[in-house]
């Protein structure tokens, strides 16, 4: 018995392995090795790149900065060639020395929308060493069908009763407390602690009128299957993708704003393989790939270049039209000292423990 | 009378599935998202799930994390049930009690309390860690199974083995532990499968080699996804086929 | 064989375990409370950490969320079990029973996780509970299940269930028919029987799953966390949010520490059926 079980799971093992090594053993000098974020694993964006350049796109997916910088910690220099990271935290890897200045010459900078280009936090120096390929919002997604377009021109119809019950809020503090502080009409780059008072207050109004404050699966659940019509902190990453077999899962930013999110790609200093590296970047920044990395599968965004080849129905999904609009409105993710973040997450706590 | 039981029973049976006949309903869904409408049937998230370098490393982490963290449970569940069951030792109640009490600890705060003290020792997250945890966790349970089966009957086929000039770990390799098979088996098989969906002591243990259940939990960071379905119904499916086998081997086993 | 190696052997068997019990089960503890003690390198004690938790309302609402909830989770368990294990060892034959047994805890051996993620479907208001509940007339319309406390519960309830089913129909199984055959003798009907003979004769096996019942449920984070859509927060979800973000492990373990002590007054309350007997 015991040598039939082991067998098995030796086997089941060896299977596993073999599935998951697939990808290593099959490696050749010219492959090239991403950190990226999930929406870069699609077959669907890897697979024109690599059919045309003939050579494999091994990826690795993590989440947060913090995670990528500890991987390349644990790596050697030359295991990466590229990397997706927050716009915000292109300097980070700066510092650090990890990412090659990029050729703006070969990049196609003039297509890119203006508002998303980030030059603060990707150029230093006078050389660029990020580029953005895709953004999005935290703002509110809503059910077309159920929710009244125009009241979801103003932030003032969520901290009223009209769709009180109906609204659930997404679990993530940063963003939320952006667009409370929108609310009351304060900047999301200008916040300090003498505003937080009022920022509690929004929220716990917005807590009173919401059905639940839940993660982005339960969220997405929430709004797909009619539990709430509101989503408080959504946008077109949590429903556009719903959005092509649902059509009434729809998001729009509000007169007063919503808080901007930016994904960037950068090319490692350490890379062995930096002609195909920048090809790589070349392809996703081209209007093909931004099409494809704008509708991946695991979550949608605005492509960073206004030239990206949308079918008419995927652009007006993600209201690519009303883009200069929306953008003139967004503002960054709150971005606080140590100090006002512990005093953010304990007015989140007493949110959340609101009855 | 009869009816009302199969009623009842029927019920129960119903709500025990519920959750899962969804989960493995949307496993095959043909869409990208597992929520109704159900657009199915497509094995096209099976092919994503083992296409997925994370998920099918998860899945080999876990199964080693499960045999390593098992076996060495059983091995110290069974050694100390047979030195506090065969020996009169000074303070053997407290010893029982120490060995058993974790049991009645949260997962939530082992892990804490062992990351805390990796920590301090400047031990790192690794999959060893998680291991640690596990037999922590499942140590209590090995050793009460294996204790409860410790009779005294036993005793005599061991003492007829020492008398024969047999040395004592040969009497617990040789005698002992095949008298005892069922209950090493069954705490074995408990472990494995306490082990294998543990997730909050994996995942405050680990960093970025991981367990199955704490990758499913990263993926599922980014919102829906039906491949998780697919590996929750792929485990399900490997689960079915070992109980199968635990029961072909249990029938083999029986004396006849 | 010597004497003396005689006298080692039982002290090299134990030792091992004890040994990893001890580092790995107790120091830890160790270092939790003193984490808890001395927050922010101040020297001496501090007792704010568990004060904080006497003086914040949210905090102290968390402890009674958690017992009220653990409570009715193990006696609507325990009210579900009882009459399946009664019908799994009394009424299905034997040869089906272990079969009849695994099927009910198969389910279990898909992931946690995704399984209360599939939860929040089958609650939903457009979910397979609310139409059956409506199309059977028990409902006028859809009501909300999903991101409660009840969503909690059903999510618990329906894990014990099946750990209480396990244990009192181990309990059950070992009964001898001895009792009932003179319980028969003596006159008694089958209900007064049950009441009388069984029902106590079956209380370690109810006590067992009930203690386990409530430990494993007072300190799981994730049932709560993905079904109780944040609508009251519970122990281990606070006690994750120290950690989470703020990396605050001196609350954390306070918290810990504290959730158990009340473990162990359950521990100690139900001391008497939790022996660990020898065959």
């Not at chain 1, 050579?55 to 500890?70: D, P, Q, S």
């Not at chain 3, 390198?41 to 914040?56: E, H, P």
């Not at chain 3, 007064?192 to 984070?221: K, S």
């Amino acid at each position: 018995m015991k040598n039939l079980t082991r067998r098995i799971l030796l086997a089941a093992g060896v299977a596993a392995m073999a599935a998951a090594g697939g990808a290593t053993t099959a490696a050749q000098a010219a492959d090239l090795s991403a950190l990226v974020w999930c929406d870069h694993s699609d077959p669907n964006l890897l697979k024109p790149f690599e059919d045309a350049n003939g050579i494999k796109v091994n990826v690795k997916e993590f989440e947060g900065t913090g995670a990528g910088l500890a991987i390349i910690e644990q790596s050697q220099p030359g295991d990466w060639d590229v990397m997706v990271i927050d716009s915000i935290d292109v300097r980070r890897g700066v510092d650090k020395g990890l990412f090659a200045a990029l050729p703006e010459d070969q990049l196609p900078m003039a297509d890119i929308f203006p508002e998303v280009l980030m030059d603060a936090t990707t150029k230093f120096d006078g050389k660029r060493y990020g580029i953005t390929e895709k953004f999005g919002y935290n703002s509110i997604s809503y059910n077309n069908t159920k929710v009244d377009a125009a009241d979801m021109a103003t932030l003032a119809t969520l901290l009223g009763d009209k769709y009180k019950g109906r609204i659930a809020i997404y679990d993530y503090y940063l963003p939320v407390i952006g667009i409370a502080a929108m609310a009351i009409g304060k900047k999301t780059t200008e916040l300090t602690e003498a505003d937080l008072p009022a920022i509690k207050d929004v929220l716990l109004k917005m807590k009173a009128n919401s059905k639940a404050v839940t993660d982005v699966v339960a969220s997405q659940t929430a709004i797909a299957t009619g539990e709430v019509d509101i989503l408080v902190g959504g946008g077109e990453w949590v429903t556009a993708g719903l959005a092509r077999e649902n059509p009434a899962m729809d998001f729009t930013i509000p007169k007063e704003g919503g808080v901007l999110w930016s994904q960037s790609l950068a090319m490692f200093e350490a890379s062995k393989n930096k002609d195909m590296a920048l090809k790589f970047i070349q392809y996703v920044m081209s209007p093909e790939g931004q099409a494809r990395l704008a509708t991946s599968s695991c979550y949608w965004g605005m492509p960073a270049s206004q030239k990206a080849a949308l079918s008419d129905a995927d652009k007006k999904i993600l209201r690519f039209d009303e883009q200069p609009g929306f953008l003139a409105r967004a503002q960054p993710y709150p971005a606080p000292d140590e100090a006002l973040d512990k005093k953010m997450q304990d007015i989140w706590t007493e949110m959340l423990q609101a009855q | 009378m009869r009816a009302l039981a199969v009623i009842y029973a029927a019920l129960l049976y119903g709500f025990i599935f519920l959750p899962v006949a969804v989960l493995i309903l949307f496993s095959f869904q043909a869409t990208s998202f597992p929520i109704p409408p159900f657009t199915g049937p497509s094995l096209r998230w099976y092919g994503a799930v083992l296409a997925d370098g994370r998920l099918t490393a998860g899945l080999v982490n876990s199964v080693f994390v499960a045999i390593g963290s098992s076996t060495v449970s059983v091995l110290l569940g069974f050694l100390s049930a047979w030195g506090l069951a065969r020996f009169r030792l000074p303070g053997e109640a407290w010893m029982r009690g120490l060995i058993t009490i974790p049991l009645t600890v949260s997962y939530l705060i082992i892990g804490m309390g062992l990351l805390i003290m990796f920590n301090a020792i400047g031990l790192p997250k690794s999959l060893w860690a998680a291991g640690i945890g596990h037999v922590v966790i499942n140590l209590p349970l090995c050793f009460a199974i294996i204790y409860s089966q410790m009779g005294d009957q036993q005793m005599t086929i061991e003492r007829a083995a020492r008398d024969l000039g047999a040395a004592e770990w040969q009497v617990l390799l040789l005698v002992t532990a095949p008298m005892l098979w069922p209950a090493l088996f069954a705490a074995f098989f408990l472990s494995m499968t306490f082990s294998w969906d543990e997730f909050v002591i994996s995942w405050l243990l680990t960093r970025f080699d991981t367990t199955l259940p704490v990758e499913i939990w990263n993926l599922m960071r980014s919102g829906l996804n039906p491949k998780t379905n697919a590996v929750g119904a792929l485990v399900f499916g490997v689960s079915i086929m070992l109980a199968i086998l635990f029961e072909l081997v249990a029938l083999r086993r029986r004396p006849a | 064989m010597t004497a003396a190696t005689r006298s080692l052997a039982p002290w090299a068997s134990v030792g091992p375990a004890l040994a990893w019990t001890l580092a790995f089960f107790v120091l830890p503890f160790i270092a939790m409370a003193a984490v808890s003690l001395a927050p922010q390198g101040d020297d001496g004690l501090d007792l704010d950490n568990y004060r904080q938790f006497f003086v914040n309302a949210a905090y102290w609402r968390a402890m009674t969320n958690s017992l009220e909830v653990t409570a009715m989770v193990t006696v609507v368990s325990i009210l579900l079990a009882y009459p399946f294990a009664w019908i799994l060892a009394e009424i299905v034959p034997e040869r089906w029973q272990r079969l009849a047994l695994m099927l009910a805890v198969l389910p279990f051996w898909t992931s946690y996780l995704v399984r209360s993620y599939s939860w929040l479907l089958v609650l939903a208001e457009q979910g397979v509970i609310n139409a059956a509940l409506v199309d059977l007339g028990l409902l006028a319309e859809p009501v909300q299940l999903a991101n409660t406390r009840l969503a909690t519960v059903i999510g618990f309830v329906h894990f014990f269930v099946m750990l209480l089913t396990l244990t009192i129909f181990a309990n059950l199984k070992q009964l001898s028919p001895n009792y009932r055959k003179a319980a028969a003798d003596l006159g008694a009907g089958p209900v007064r029987t049950f009441i009388h003979v069984i029902l106590p004769l079956t209380l370690p096996g109810i006590m067992v799953g009930a203690f386990l019942t409530f430990v494993l449920a007072i300190g799981d984070y994730i049932t709560p966390q993905i079904l109780g859509g944040n609508n009251e927060l519970l122990m281990p979800q606070l006690i994750v949010m120290q950690v989470g973000r703020r990396g605050d492990f001196a609350s954390a373990s306070a918290l810990s520490l504290i959730l158990m002590a009340v473990v162990t007054v359950a521990y100690v309350a139900c001391a008497r059926w939790l022996k660990i007997e020898r065959a």
